[in-house]
């Protein structure tokens, strides 16, 4: 893209990204000129999430997502930021119900956690030094008919989020069966919600398979569970509206994970 002249371009996933003219500048804050890279990821649907490892989970709760997505913009190997009162936008199609009362969430990576590499931290726009460009920072969400449009003054993460509303949270145990499980580093587990499009991962794993979650709400929703065993891929999902007290099963099987994706996408 030229820089002084700006322009769009569409994502993979259909959504539209566009950048104003004379918009990037270097880190030292001068003013680029010529062409630029711009690289995006899109995580949009929770299969995207998981293997991504980018959940919508903000501060140890869970969000409901309108999709994520990832900027980077680059010139002769170096990256760029935004210039100061510069915004881009995405445009973001819904899959599903639209959401509304979604908002602007930048991300911060945790490349500590193997879960889950970034941490959603919601926009406020009373603060101060929230965009690249210092003061307060620039951007937000506006609801269209079958699309969002996030609006953000820093690359990097962006996401469109919102908290759930009173989540009537649940404590349950869920049994994995099909695979020999002998350590908790072999699994990883997931919540997703039917209705809505997030992804909760259920940490507290044992080493025999067995998961306890305290941090589930009551609504339909999806246990997945992927596990390594012996270099080999396992998938599982059970359809579930969680309740106190219960036990649930997950029974893996081998499979690859394309194909596990794709049944994830499916539900």
Avoid at 47 to 68: A, C, H, Q, R, T
Avoid at 203 to 209: A, C, E, L, P, V
């Amino acid at each position: 893209m030229d820089a002084a002249t700006g322009g769009s371009f569409r994502g993979n996933s259909g959504s539209r990204y566009t950048f104003q003219p004379n918009s990037f500048r270097t880190k030292n804050g001068a003013m680029v000129t010529g062409n630029v890279e711009i690289e995006v990821r899109e995580m949009l649907k929770p299969s995207d999430m998981i293997f991504w490892k980018v959940l919508s989970v903000s501060n140890g709760e869970p969000l409901i997502s309108g999709g994520e997505v990832q900027v980077t913009i680059r010139q002769n190997g170096q990256e760029l930021l935004l210039a100061d009162g510069m915004t881009y936008s995405v445009q973001l199609p819904q899959f599903g119900a639209n959401n509304t009362g979604m908002d602007l969430f930048l991300g911060a990576p945790k490349a500590e956690d193997p879960v889950n590499m970034v941490n959603w931290q919601q926009v406020r726009k009373d603060s101060t030094g929230g965009g690249q460009g210092g003061g307060i920072p620039i951007g937000g969400i506006v609801h269209n008919a079958d699309t969002i449009t996030l609006f953000s003054d820093s690359v990097g993460w962006a996401n469109a989020d919102r908290f759930l509303t009173n989540p009537n949270y649940q404590s349950f145990t869920v049994n994995i069966t099909g695979a020999n499980i002998t350590n908790s580093n072999q699994v990883t587990a997931y919540a997703l919600y039917d209705n809505y499009n997030g992804v909760w991962p259920m940490m507290s794993i044992s080493n025999s398979g067995v998961i306890t979650e305290t941090h589930v709400p009551d609504i339909p929703m999806h246990f997945v569970v992927i596990a390594i065993v012996n270099g080999r891929f396992y998938g599982g999902i059970t359809s579930v509206t969680p309740a106190n007290g219960n036990t649930y099963t997950v029974a893996l099987a081998e499979t690859h994970p394309n194909a596990f994706k794709i049944r994830i996408d499916g539900l």
